[in-house]
């Protein structure tokens, strides 16, 4: 392709909590707006019931909040390569499976790019995280296979796959000046990748970049689970989390953990869980706690809550301190969170990341000094902790920012130009 031609086939970063899609054209910037202007759209499903349709991304949160009677699905590509992408969910007593639920999402990605390019995309480069699936090589393949076979469903003819970290180096080396070893960090929604590649002005336009790439790795462990810990920490405590029944057994923890998970929030509303409720109810020593949650489940709040813990966590990469506001679960109900208990609440996911960059750094067979350069992309890289926790390994490395939501949207764009032209 030259530098000229419009590319063929698009990028699509396909994310747990945002995705974008990109197509390089002469002189026009690289990620297409996909929903009133803003290059993200939300990976948000809402099914409004009263309206009987399915609105996406900022729409879907909106109509949500409003308080339309429907069903809000969010962290969809955490159904990938888990034990639910062949289950299926009721949507207004139809039965819907998780793989349609990914259909649908996907399939408007593909919609908004065409009319925003005006043009059909029948080729498209995928990001897909290091793993999938931590440790589990057949599950993370099929992952795989299925984004896939759902790509082609929605009208894709020839699909291919590039690490998302990969993809964000390419973004960044078509703006340095020299060679350097880079560490790519991307923290995003559902994973946290890195790679350590080595890139240069003279070798960005190499098709074959397998050399370049130093190591790679990778855990399941982002953004999703930064709130779920800040919710467990946070606001679950105020519903009942942890409080003791009568026999001093704590109470039954399933429930807040399905509410601090964003693609589980639903579980918590079935008629089963409300009939367990109430017999557990019977022997709570602190049955105000109790009646919280149940305020909660009735008007099904859980998603709202998720919305204000994860700006709770947003707040907290930049203040010292932050309110969770719990109003409409009970008047004045709330909690005052600080940085100090949110990176005590995530000190084991931090950790776990720390390691992982460790091991990666002495796959490589380098050393910390040489390093040059630490990039950061994806949503979740801002939280300071695991700054300081990557800082701590490599304290010579200069940091640069990338794009946190547009980096690997970008370089799948890039990566999409080089193999179909």
């Known amino acids: 392709m030259t530098t000229m031609t419009q590319a063929r086939a698009c990028g699509i970063d396909f994310g747990t909590s945002n995705s974008t899609v990109g197509w390089l054209r002469p002189g026009m910037e690289t990620l297409l707006p996909l929903e009133d202007g803003h290059i993200t759209l939300p990976s948000v499903v809402f099914f ?61 990605l593909k919609e908004r790019a065409e009319a925003q390019g005006g043009r059909d995309f029948s080729q498209a480069v995928f990001g897909r995280p290091v793993y999938f699936v931590d440790d589990n090589p057949e599950r993370d393949s099929q992952a795989e296979d ?23 180096a390419f973004d960044y080396e078509s703006r340095i000046a020299r060679e350097e070893k880079v560490l790519i960090v991307d923290i995003g929604g559902g994973t946290s990748d890195f790679s350590l590649v080595r890139l240069a002005p003279e070798r960005r336009h190499l098709d074959d970049r397998r050399d370049d790439i130093l190591a790679n790795g990778g855990i399941h462990i982002g953004g999703t689970d930064f709130d779920k810990q800040l919710s467990l920490a946070g606001a679950m405590p105020l519903l009942g989390y942890r409080s003791r029944l009568r026999n001093n057994a ?7 953990f399905n509410l601090a ?10 008629r089963k869980v409300w009939m367990e409720l109430q ?18 489940i009735r008007q099904k709040l859980g998603h709202r809550l998720a919305i204000e813990v994860e700006q709770a966590k947003i707040a907290l990469s930049s203040c010292d301190s932050t309110r969770l506001e719990l109003d409409d679960v009970e008047t004045g109900l709330g909690a005052d969170i600080d940085r100090a208990s949110f ?8 950790g776990q990341v720390e390691l992982t960059v460790r091991r990666l750094i002495a796959d490589a067979g380098l050393s910390a000094t040489g390093i040059d350069t630490v990039f950061f992309t994806g949503g979740s890289s801002g939280v300071p902790l695991l700054r300081q926790r990557i800082a701590d390994i490599l304290p010579g490395a200069r940091h640069v920012e990338g794009n946190l939501f547009g980096s690997i949207g970008s370089g799948l764009a890039i990566e999409a130009a080089r193999r179909y032209g």
């Open 48 to 108: 409004n019931y009263e309206e009987e349709g399915c609105s996406f991304g900022r729409r879907a949160l909106g109509e949500y909040l409003d308080g339309y009677e429907g069903r809000l699905m969010r962290s969809l590509k955490s159904l990938l390569g888990s034990n639910l992408i062949d289950a299926q969910t009721e949507i207004q007593g139809r039965a819907l499976p998780f793989r349609e639920l990914l259909t649908v999402f996907i399939r408007s």
């Open 146 to 168: 299925t984004l896939r076979a759902i790509a082609m469903q929605v009208g894709f003819k020839d699909v291919s796959f590039q690490f998302e970290p990969i993809a964000a």
């Open 250 to 256: 704590e109470m039954p923890s399933g429930y807040y």
């Open 261 to 270: 998970t964003w693609h589980t929030i639903n579980f918590a509303y079935t």
């Open 279 to 296: 017999d557990v109810y019977r022997d709570a020593r602190e049955p105000e706690k109790v009646d919280r949650l149940f305020s909660l």
């Open 343 to 350: 990176e005590e609440a995530i000190l084991g996911l931090t």
